[in-house]
């Protein structure tokens, strides 16, 4: 050991002994201590529990440590310390104060050993401890651990709880962790009954299973109160699954818009068919895949602004990838529309090799920041953030495409030349730049569509195939040249999908939706928001 | 009489020749693969027989397309859907044919059926051991789904690029539906495995050469059906349709009906086209309905040149050639390869390879004209049904630009 750390150790043990110690800590002291003797889990268990029952927030370090396998007792005075391993040495900390103590190699020291029995019962315990912590969010844990392991012995701490806490949210769950102990207890009925609806309230999975425990083993007035909870508990969670089945749908169909948006410019406004749509689409999420490859080994720090970087970037190398097509190939098939197709598709096949041949064909690995990873809960529906803000992310670029349509001279001119050509050409606008810098905004819309889908979906070079005949679905089923259309198309197929899938399976759910796009082109060959003009069918 | 008429015309001449051609090599390819010794330079191997073969079935499945694209100016982007379907029901005969010489030895149900511990057979499986049953479904079964698709989408006028995008959609159905096991169509791995076909064995060099027969004679006769056909007044309103279809229905014709009876006529050729690949390769599966696979071979008839009845054939083996000696010599290359054939062709070639043919034998017979003296007025009138870029027949002097989808 260097000569500072001992110092540094020298001092802690110092301040440890000379300090204001209460009768607690040292009582605490000695009970941890006895985790170098213990020969056996059981022994272990034993000093657990002991030190469980004093109460004390304190021991939540340590027995989170022994959770952990991160408890030490070094060799030389079989002190018991916290470790946290790193490469060969393992710096150890105090396992009240959590202080740091100093560093040594592995040979020195032992693990105490757990097993999963252990780790269950530490984390009941720490369930019941942590209800005196300060954290909120800590002591919301424990009553959600309480509810779920209800026992009779907790009711008194938990009324005690319930009494000095003042966050509304965590009142509720105790108040419910109180109800469910209730529940196993042996108070009066009407106690129970008065319980049963608090649990009732809560109303999700967990409530659920602890009311058929409780029709299993009870029966006259509490049974009935129960089965009754049960049935509403029920209803309920069939709205929460509607509920979260829409929102499964609306997180696919803004997947859709963003697919299709692009396409509703390009083929809605200007007619042109661009097979190699989905190729600008994975053109954006490879970009998002250089843009964080670059952050990674250049500015690690900057990683949660990755998709920052990327928007504008994909945006600019699809859009110039588009604007190249236009004028090299598209400019010449206008008024082709068959032949247009075909040289798209041909377009896409030598997009999608090239990307294979300077990427490879294997998938990209394309991280999420961290404020898009994990998820939320809300009520009984589970959020995930990417998904979050992904839909915020299409009805976003939706609005500022709708702006731009709508409220900018450019938009103004594109939609000029795609009521009446000739006239807008006599008026003085150059129809030809409108038509190229259309078709590049299209693509554009479609790079950053790209960044938003590298994140829920793999980047390789096949990524846009597989949202082309959707995308083209979308737009055709909305109604073309109308973005309104596509919104309402993208959000109907979407939820349509997610609500069948369900009852036929993913595969046959889809099937069903392409089956029923084609009877509805029947009926209404123009899509959901025909276009109304005289144009007259070639 | 008829061979007269056969000498009337360029074009013509043409299906002629391609006809003889066709019943030459139906003769001669078996003969030079069957009775000519190995070691012979004349001797055919039987792995070319079976690629030929194969090349064969595309041809008349690029044909079949011809005359809905070419003729009619249908797009369809899910004719290998009725190849495939018609692959499906040959392959279904040929797995009843197995019969207890599976790797299960169940006598009447397919492997994939015991494996997927199924207890009897499911009745669309019925039948399939007749080969009669088989060849009338083969023939049925594309000619239905066409029939009621056509009806459906011609008379609610869905036209032009809708129409396309929604024929896409119905290979793309197909295809998710027909890679679910529990369609018993053996899912993924679809039908393989085959041993006889009409009680000879599927991998003797005699029966290859048969099948390559059968399908040259097949492409033969769609060929002078086609010819037929687009010969015919009703060939003439298939092409008034493709080139104003709004002026046909206002002199009074029904271009739903004639639109309908192309597709169906057409999707009867792709549907015995697959019956005849399907032996020959030996193995039908889903991916056969992808519409990347549609749209190739939109790209062959494109290649070949549209419109013409010698243009598929053509397109179809210069492509399947280009794409066997690029799958082995370069692999990454095939792609670019066929992209820029796509690009190309559309940009550059827009009646296609027989097209270029003709321009430049236009060129070198009106040069040689200007050259000698003017022949006396014999030149024949060649009334040959190539397409017009559609262009073309908008207001005179209009430039080409963009027409919103309406």
Known sequence: MKMPQVLAFLFALFAAGLGPVSADEAGLRQTIARFATAKDFKATEAVVRELAATGDPAVELVLLALADGNLFVRKSDSAVFVGKETGQSVTLSDPLTGEKVGEVAKAEITKIKVNNGLRRVIRDLLGGLTLGSTDPAARLAAADTMFRTPDAANIEALDAAIGRETVASVKTRLEQARAASILVSDRSDEDKIAAIAVVQARGDRDALSLLTAVVARSEGPVREAAEGAIVLVNSSLVLWAAGQNVWYGISLGSVLLLAAIGLAITFGVMGVINMAHGEMVMLGAYTTYVVQEVIRTSFPGLFDWSLAFALPLAFLVAGTVGLAIERGIIRFLYGRPLETLLATWGVSLILQQSVRTIFGPTNREVGNPSWMSGGFDLGQMALTWNRFWIVLFALGVFAVLLYVMKRTPWGLQMRAVTANRRMAASMGIRTPWVDALTFALGSGIAGIAGVALSQIDNVSPNLGQGYIIDSFMVVVFGGVGNLWGTLVGAMSLGILNKFLEPYAGAVLGKILVLVLIILFIQKRPRGLFALKGRAVEA | ?406
């Open chain 2, 1 to 406: 009489m008829i061979t007269g008429r056969f000498f009337a015309s360029g074009a013509d001449r043409r299906v002629l020749f391609t006809i003889l051609v066709l019943l030459v090599v139906a003769v001669l390819v078996p003969v030079l693969n069957l009775a000519v010794p190995p070691d012979s330079m004349f001797h055919v191997p039987t792995f070319m027989v079976a690629l030929v073969g194969k090349y064969l079935c595309y041809a008349l499945l690029a044909l079949a397309l011809d005359l809905v694209w070419g003729y009619c100016g249908i797009l369809s982007l899910g004719h290998g859907a009725f190849f495939a379907l018609g692959g499906y029901a040959m392959g279904m005969y040929l797995m009843r044919q197995i019969g207890d010489r599976g790797v299960y030895g169940n006598p009447l149900l397919p492997d994939f059926m015991v494996f997927l511990n199924w207890k009897e057979l499911p009745w669309f499986w019925y039948g399939f051991d007749q080969f009669w049953f088989a060849a009338l479904m083969v023939v049925l079964v594309p000619g239905a789904l066409a029939f009621a698709f056509g009806w459906f989408a011609f008379r609610s006028r869905v036209t032009g690029v809708y129409l396309s995008i929604i024929t896409q959609a119905l290979t793309y159905a197909l295809l998710l539906a027909f890679f679910r096991n529990d369609m018993g169509f053996g899912g993924n791995n679809g039908l393989t495995d085959f041993k006889d076909i009409l009680g000879f064995n599927i991998q003797a060099s005699t029966t290859r050469s048969a099948l390559f027969a059968a399908s040259a004679l097949a492409l033969a006769l769609a060929v002078y059906i086609t010819w037929r056909i687009v010969g015919s007044k009703f060939g003439k309103l298939m092409i008034s349709v493709r080139d104003a279809e709004s002026r046909t229905r206002f002199l009074g014709w029904r271009p739903e009906n004639i639109k309908l009876f192309a597709f169906t006529v057409s999707a009867v050729m792709a549907g015995i086209a697959g019956a005849l690949y399907v032996p020959q390769v030996g193995i039908i599966n889903p991916g056969e309905f992808d519409p990347s696979n549609s749209i190739e071979v939109v790209v062959w008839t494109a290649v070949g040149g549209r419109g013409t009845i010698m243009g598929p054939i053509i397109g179809a083996l210069l492509v399947n050639t280009g794409k066997s000696y690029f799958t082995g010599a370069l692999p990454e290359l095939w792609l670019f390869a066929l992209g820029g054939l796509f690009v190309c062709v559309t940009l550059f070639l827009p009646k296609g390879v027989l097209g270029l043919w003709d321009q430049w034998r236009d060129r070198g017979a009106r040069r040689r004209a200007e050259a000698d003296t003017p022949p006396p007025g014999d030149a024949p009138a060649i009334v040959r049904a190539t397409p017009a870029a559609p262009a073309e027949h908008r207001a005179l002097g209009a430039a080409p630009e963009p027409q919103p989808a309406e």
